[in-house]
């Protein structure tokens, strides 16, 4: 059997951390300890005008590669999960595509909002299993700054930029959970929740962009709800327990969101990848940026069992089961 096994990881953040106290002194009408205690936020990342989406992607793919040791050239398929395009078109993976050189090789972004990155591997799994793609670079990234209403601070403290890409590559398994690679994933949408967590613009209703608006304690409520019972039947269908999970990689929107996902599945807190604490919610970025920081500083080992898991405007939500 195929497995989509994870050969390299790279990451980027832009520039230098903007700390809840900076944001303050930006005029934001908020407070350290209100962001930390609701959230886990401490800091976050902002690019600079001129660092556009596809400049983060472009960062986090080259490491990505040189991580695995092998060229642009030989990859497949490029897929980008965004939210937050360079421009409406052309795709945001079309011009990282080409910023590797990457010949003629398919490049398309994937809007899932900050399931994005769960959406995309599947699909990238997917194209590897039927034999339509040998190498695949997913990446999750995003310059979400650009989509906050800066006097809004419901919402303008959460987000943060970055991107994360991981290159997976074909490689024979024995078809059990013992393979390296995805095992499984999972998706899944509710449209009827549109409006609890939305841009309040677009090209085709307003020709404009609008900024980002929620309702957070609803969505709080549905992510903790939707991430625990996603991850619980993936475990369940793959006939493992929790005990068995090495690490929980959350999509990373708030330490309490995380905290209640964990405990609902019963995997304890020492075995949750946290990253929202210095990367603030970097949205289809989260994921990867958090796997690839666990897997830098040792603490994701090779043939390791992680579940990840996220949950997004939509609603989008997601799991899969990985072997790194
Ligand atoms: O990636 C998926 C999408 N996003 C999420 O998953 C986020 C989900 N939601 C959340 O994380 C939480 O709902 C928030 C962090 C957004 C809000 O936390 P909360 O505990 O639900 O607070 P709240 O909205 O009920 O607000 C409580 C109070 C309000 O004041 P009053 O009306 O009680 O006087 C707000 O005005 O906190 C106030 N508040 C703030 N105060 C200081 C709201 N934002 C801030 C702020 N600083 N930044």
């Not at 092998?70 to 497949?76: E, F, G, H, R, T």
């Not at 303008?156 to 074909?170: K, Q, R, Y």
């Not at 995997?267 to 603030?280: M, R, S």
Request: proline share 3%.
């Amino acid at each position: 059997m195929i497995r989509s096994v994870v050969v390299g990881w790279g990451a980027e953040l832009p520039g230098n951390p903007v700390t809840n106290d900076d944001l303050v002194a930006r005029g934001v009408e908020t407070s350290d300890a209100w962001i930390a205690q609701r959230t886990g936020i401490r800091q976050r990342y902002i690019a600079d005008a001129g660092i556009t989406t596809s400049t983060l992607a472009f960062m986090a793919a080259q490491r990505a590669l040189a991580k695995a040791g092998v060229p642009a050239s030989s990859v497949d398929m490029l897929i980008v999960a965004t939210t937050t395009p360079d421009q409406t078109f052309p795709s945001t993976a079309t011009r990282v595509q080409g910023l590797l050189g990457m010949d003629t090789a398919p490049a398309f972004d994937v809007q899932a909002v900050c399931s994005g990155f769960v959406y995309a591997l599947s699909i990238a799994d997917s194209f590897i299993r039927c034999g339509q793609a040998r190498r695949v670079l997913v990446i999750g990234a995003e310059t979400f700054s650009r989509l906050l209403d800066w006097s809004d601070r419901n919402t303008c403290v959460l987000f943060g930029d970055g991107a994360g890409a991981l290159l997976l590559e074909a490689a024979e398994g024995e078809g059990t959970m013992a393979d390296r690679g995805v095992l499984s994933s999972r998706l899944y949408a509710d449209g009827s929740k549109n409006e609890l967590l939305c841009m309040t613009g677009g090209p085709s209703s307003t020709q404009d962009m609008g900024h980002l608006q929620m309702t957070g304690r609803e969505v709080f409520r549905w992510a903790v709800q939707r991430m625990a019972e996603s991850a619980i039947l993936a475990l369940e269908e793959a006939g493992i327990s929790p005990d068995q999970v090495d690490w929980l990689v959350p999509h990373q929107a708030n330490i309490r969101i995380l905290q209640s996902t964990a405990e609902r599945i019963g995997i304890p807190e020492e075995k949750v990848i946290i990253t929202v604490e210095h990367h603030g919610n970097t949205s289809a970025a989260s994921i990867p940026l958090a796997l690839c920081e666990a897997a830098e500083n040792g603490k994701i080992k090779a043939g390791q069992l992680l579940l990840l898991e996220a949950m997004g405007g939509g609603f989008t939500w997601g799991s899969a089961l990985l072997r790194w």
